[in-house]
Every structure is written in C-alpha cells, then in structure tokens.
C-alpha cells in the first residue's frame, strides 16, 4: 500500500525536476508518475498499394510475415485497401489481442468495433497499456502477431469505417 504523503512527495518531486516521468518500485508496488499522457492512436487513411517489382525492390518487404487470425490462420487480404483506416501503434512495445492468454481477442477480422471498444493491450516496461478505438467501424485486417514486438507507428489493424 502506498501512502498519500509519499505520492504527493514523488508528484511534488516531478514538478520540480525536468523529468518527464518518474517510476519506481517499492515494497512490491510499482507506480508511474508522468508530466504526459500515454499518447493516442494514430489512425491513418490507407495508402493505395504500390506495385511490387520482385524480390530486389527496396520497397519489398522480404520475410514480413503474414499476419495471423484468431484461429492462427493468415488473414484475407482487404479487397479495397483504399477505404480502410489504419490504426498504427502509439508507442514501442508488446502486442497481445487479449487481456490473458485463456481470454478472448479483444476484436478479431470481420468484428465491428465503436468508439472506446478495447483493441489491444501493448505492454511497456512491465506496465500494460490498453489500446481503445477512436473510430466505429469492421476491422479487416489484424496486422501483428500475438505476442510480437511492435514499434511506434507499426501498423496494427486496417477498419472500414462505418
């Protein structure tokens, strides 16, 4: 249990120091105190896809691995990328699609989410970040693997709007 005194202690600490954030742990309690807000995701119009000239091509993504499903299996790829929003990773960390390994995806492909619906949970530095939609619509595509390392602006899921 952590005491009042010594949290407005650390908030007075931060205020006046040119950190950005403080995190400690003590007595088995971690606690974060930050100037900033965990940033927002970013969501982007999809590009038109740019044709492919082989394996030689600097803009070829060699060895990319195609994203998996719920099921493990690869996801169809969007017949109209054109339409579809991106929504990219706000921050470097670990994407899971569920709050635990026996629970359910947060969304999967084909499911209509609306604002403030749970997408993911990105784990940085031991804190978990949940990810909530900032647009309605049906995701179309899940681009990253359980459990796999992301990076700021990654792209995370593709949604038709509406």
């Not at 994203?67 to 960390?93: K, Q, Y």
């Not at 900032?134 to 509406?162: D, K």
Request: proline share 10%; net charge negative.
């Amino acid at each position: 249990m952590i005491d009042l005194e010594f949290l407005q202690k650390l908030i007075r600490t931060l205020d006046k120091s040119g950190l950005d954030h403080i995190e400690i742990e003590r007595g088995g309690t971690r606690i974060r105190v930050s100037r900033s807000p965990a940033p927002a995701p970013i969501v982007t119009q999809a590009a038109s896809p740019t044709p492919s000239h082989g394996p030689g091509d600097p803009t070829t993504h060699a060895g990319s691995p195609r994203p998996l499903a719920a099921g493990g299996h690869p996801t169809a790829a969007p017949s109209n990328l054109e339409n579809l929003l991106e929504i990219t990773s706000p921050m470097v960390g670990t994407f899971f699609r569920s709050s635990s390994p026996d629970s359910e995806p947060f969304t999967d492909v084909n499911k209509r989410i609306s604002k403030g619906d749970p997408l993911c949970i990105i784990e940085a530095m031991k804190l978990m970040n949940e990810l909530e939609a900032e647009i309605e619509g049906i995701v179309r595509e899940v681009c990253v693997t359980n459990g796999e390392p992301v990076e700021y602006g990654q792209l995370l899921f593709r949604v038709e709007p509406g």
